[in-house]
């Protein structure tokens, strides 16, 4: 009952927060900051002259809102909306508006609504923040520091306001709209809010219009360095498009700025000099190899960060690997595998893409389910690439078999910044040369080290 | 978004000439409005802002501490208040003089930069602090509190200028401006109406509070406002309502208590010990003294707290009746309380204004003490009082009072006389009723006649809405009792002027409450007379009636709406019975008859089914009846009797127990039929 009370507050006050920021202009907010002081300052009207200030900003809003009331205008819009967006990677696509009204309408704004913005009550009640428990008592029962996150977690895009053009009487205009995704998934894109402010600028009225779409939104991609994994030829059932061959060219493909990890050899000192900043060789691979992905999502701590790396590193060898002249055409994902066929061509990627998108941790299997998925694929097998959010017994027993049986393997494990280092070098055959630690907020440079 | 040009000058002059600081300001409005001509800029960092903050908020600890030492804590957070502007301006100044003309948020907010330092890399966001600073300048303003009608004006002038700079372009500027100037008309009227809605409030509270407080007179001490100093402020509550009768002229005296002794501006009853006073047989009159040849009658309604309340009594009052109460006691003042009685009384005085109950006059009904014997015998002097007879004296007295008497509700100061009664005599010759009885009794006491102190409320208002008078909390009075010819008589010298006095004091909203009133009053008449108030269980009748009906109506729709519903599954129920004469259930009952059970959920072919029926060619006579069931169309007379043969047929065939093969339990066994 508390629990669902804090909710309910949570969520009214959330709800009243965002209702002030879109309808209000950042004028209508210092005139509310304004009439809210002196208010307060004016409470007594023999002590200040608050009250008059109080007066004449209360009488501005109320004709802010009532010219608001009468002034409105009719429009008709729909979105052209590209399929897929990228994390974090500002996403522009185009919104027709056409002006319904005989009248010519001027400093008009669009807003978008998202569907689905606040977390349900079960999510709250089941959800905890992945500190919660470094928390301090008060602010665990509370759970206002988990509302915030469940709110930011919810949040699939940050949006702005977008001027439109000005639409002439019965007139059709196009209009770019620029907006951040957040979170990998499909994004849901409610109705179309056409705002128009009153003549003081302060509130603003809206015009809803009911459409919907959906964007899916990508794992964010780090630039991968070219991948030697140590190949063996197989049977291929593919034939020659798929057959598979290991090896480096050095045939001089490009020249392109240095990213962190880049080795010191590559250096192009010439460039350098000319450019002022440093800048490396690229060479083109000559051979391609077939690689599997293995993606962990095997976690039952609820470390979202690590889990979102993961992806996002499963997503940068899914488009990476078809552009270095590599294959990877299988795919483990939780307790699924993938597999796509259809030879060399690119359009796996984007329905690869779509399932690493879309992924989800698994909280109720362990890792061990995971183990028979891959060990019957292992014919298939010329090399795989696991991501791994652990280094736990039940990896390095996977690792150790898939050793066991000759498959090429590079291992990335996702940890924390200040993570420790794994103590199983020692005990354990596992050569240290072919598993890397990944550390969040160094992903980048422990990438291109590999 | 940068405020327009010398906004923010204009602004900080106007905080500057409301606070009496105007050098100072116009000097803050150069530096900050110098920074559009000086192309000199400063590269603070963002933890120089936080400095800068940090030094602003250390300067409004400090002022915050001296407000408080010198002021105390109210006046401290005002004077804070006022020099805001002044506290901030480094802040702004840093803003205006840097490169961006921005500054990092978080040098306002301790939070931000805890955060700042767990992620460095975090974006900034940054804060333009020109326009909160405008809003901050002026509400400083505020606070200087100059009643002008300019601050009103400079305020609508400096919001206007920068609501120009941020309006909406769609509109036409004519549009705008007819906006602006309706908002400023509406604004000051809010004002000006807020101003005097907050006085009447407060004004209502203090009356409510004082009313909340009030208490019955104390028989024993009345502390007079005499010496007080301001103004009498009495409300228009309606306290009792007085039915006199016929021919009796007003206004009327009605005494609560009286007193005998007056020291420092307050009276005292001396040997006014209560007394208990027996009621006669009927319980509900009481005779508070021997009975007169001759009486007049009065009724009076009034209220009682928690069912005690002091008797308002006319002089010469020997009889009460219909008074429906458990306890009454009386001093020898003719103070008479009464206990355990209901919260609305309604009693019936009989009096005889020539006699009195009052003990008789004692040693201190002529006390007058020293130093107000100093300016009261000189007056008695002058009006040559000493050696008249009473009755000349009484005559002399009053016209004394009437002539060179004002009546007022303004308390002033005794000014150089020490006595506030002197200083109403010899020097203001203004007062209100407290002063003149005062006055009159002392007056009377140096000439050797016997006075006391009677208080109570004069009846002079009748009331619009019922045959008789109301009395309100400003009716309340004073006046002199003075002995003369074997009794007390009232005896009141307050010039009459003081009706319309009181009457100009009254509530232009004094209708609505009188309203309220009555209609509070008739209420509290049948809830405390139920049974025996005829009159109001007419009315009552009258206002049950039409709440009657409509609660009927109510039913009755709420009926209506439930109706179609019952007509329908009436209609069901008779749709229901299509098929129902099936000689069809006939082999069901014998079924059933036999043990062969038919479960609740079963429908009749799945039972045939489980029980092995159909083996007895029992399905064409089933579809014959399903249809005589179901089917709209119904069936015809040939299959009716199809139906009806068939089913004869059946019965015969299990006319007796059937054999059950291998199984015991009713109805899971299965039917094979005539042996």
Known sequence: MARRLLYLSFRSVDTVKQWLARRFTKAGLLVLGGLAASAVVGLDTNQTTAYQIFTFLFALLLLSIASCIFVRGRYEAHRKLPRFGTVLEPLTYRIVVQNKAPKRQTGLLLLENLEDRLPSFNEFLKTPEPLERARNPFDRVIGYHRWLWLTSRKLGAGLSEQPLPVLPPGGEMEAPVEILPLKRGPLRLGSLTIARPDPFGLYKSFVTIPTSGSILVLPKRYPLPPIQLPGTRRHQPGGVALASSVGDSEEFLSVRDYRPGDPLRKIHWKNWAKAGRPIVKEYQDEFFVRHALILDTFQHTGQTEIFEEAVSIAASFVSTIQTQESLLDLMFVGTEAYCFTSGRGLAHTDRMLEILASVRPCTDKPFSTLHPLVMERTSLLSGCVCVLLAWDEERKTLIRHLKGVGVPLLVLVVAEDKAPEPPDSAESPLEADDIHRLHIGKIKEGLAEL | ?675
């Open chain 2, 1 to 675: 978004m940068r405020s327009p040009p010398l906004l923010l000058g204009a602004a900080l002059l106007f905080w500057g000439w409301q606070s009496g600081v105007l050098f100072l300001a116009a000097g803050m409005a150069l530096i900050l409005e110098g920074s559009r001509l000086i192309r000199f800029r400063l590269n603070p960092s963002p933890s120089d802002f936080s400095r800068i903050a940090d030094l602003c908020g250390i300067g409004l600890l400090v002022l915050f501490i001296y407000f408080y030492a010198s002021k105390g804590s109210t006046r401290a957070i005002l004077g804070l208040l006022q020099w805001l502007p002044l506290v901030c301006f480094p802040l702004l100044a840093a803003q205006v003089y840097s490169t961006l003309e921005k500054m990092d948020m978080a040098a306002l907010f301790w939070t931000l930069r805890r955060k700042r330092k767990e992620k460095p890399l975090e974006q900034r966001r940054s804060i333009d602090i020109t326009f909160p600073y405008l809003a901050l300048s002026i509400l400083s303003a505020s606070a200087a509190n100059v009643r002008t009608p300019w601050f009103y004006a400079g305020v609508f002038s400096l919001a206007a200028w920068a609501l120009w700079h941020v309006r909406s372009r769609g509109f036409s500027p004519v549009f705008w401006i007819t906006l602006s100037v309706f908002a400023g008309i509406a604004g000051y009227a809010g004002h000006v109406g807020l101003h005097h809605l907050q006085g009447a409030l407060e004004s209502k509270a203090t009356e409510w509070f004082t009313e909340f407080m009030r208490k019955d007179p104390d028989p024993y001490r009345v502390t007079t406002a005499i010496g007080d100093v301001g103004s009498l402020k009495l409300s228009d509550r309606i306290l009792f309502r007085v039915v006199p009768q016929p021919g009796l002229n007003s206004p009327l005296l009605l005494r609560e208590a009286c007193y005998n002794l007056y020291r420092s501006s307050s009276w005292f009853a001396l040997h006014s010990e209560f007394r208990k006073v027996e009621p006669e047989p009927d319980g509900t009159t009481w005779k508070i003294s021997a009975a007169a040849d001759s009486a007049k009658t009065l009724r009076v309604s009034e209220y009682l707290r928690q069912g005690k309340g002091v008797l308002k009594l006319p002089g010469g009052a020997f009889e009460i009746a219909e008074l429906p109460v458990l306890k009454m006691v009386k001093n020898p003042f003719g103070a008479v309380k009464v206990q355990e009685g209901p919260g609305l009384i309604t009693y019936q005085i009989r009096f005889n204004p020539h006699i009195s109950s009052d003990s008789p006059p004692g040693e201190t009904d002529l006390v007058i003490s020293e130093s107000e014997r100093a300016f009261i015998s000189p007056i008695a002097w002058d009006l040559q009082i000493t050696s008249m007879p009473p009755q000349e004296v009484l005559k002399k007295i009053y016209s004394f009072f009437q002539v060179k008497f004002k009546y007022s509700l303004v308390l002033n100061s005794p000014g150089q006389t020490a006595n506030p009664l002197e200083s109403f005599l010899v020097t203001s010759r203004e007062g209100h009723c407290e002063y003149f009885a005062t006055a009159t009794v002392l007056l009377l006491r140096s000439v050797g006649i016997p006075a006391r102190y009677a208080t109570g409320y004069s009846v002079q208002e009748r009331s619009g809405m019922e045959n008789g008078f109301i009395v309100r909390t400003r009716h309340a009075h004073a006046w002199a009792l003075v002995h003369i010819e074997g009794a007390w008589r009232d005896f009141d010298t307050t010039p009459s002027s003081w009706f319309s006095a009181e009457e100009k004091s009254s509530s232009p909203l004094k209708p609505v409450y009188d309203l309220w009133s009555f209609l509070t009053f008739k209420f509290s008449r049948w809830h405390w007379n139920e049974g025996r108030e005829g009159a109001s269980m007419k009315y009552l009748v009258w206002f049950l009636i039409p709440l009657i009906l409509l609660l009927a109506r109510r039913f009755f729709a709420g009926s209506l709406v439930r109706n179609p519903g019952r007509v329908k599954k009436e209609i069901l129920k008779v749709e229901s019975r299509a098929g129902a004469d099936s000689e069809f259930y006939l082999i069901e009952k014998r079924l059933l008859q036999w043990g062969y059970e038919r479960y609740p959920w079963e429908t009749m072919a799945t039972w045939i089914e489980r029980i092995k029926m159909d083996a007895m060619h029992i399905e064409p006579l089933l579809r014959i009846h399903y249809r005589y069931r179901f089917d709209p169309k119904g069936i015809t007379a040939t299959e009716k009797e199809i139906l009806k043969t068939g089913v004869q047929t059946l019965l015969e065939d299990i006319s007796h127990p059937l054999e059950r093969p291998g199984e015991n339990s009713a109805g899971t066994g299965s039917l094979v039929g005539k042996p």
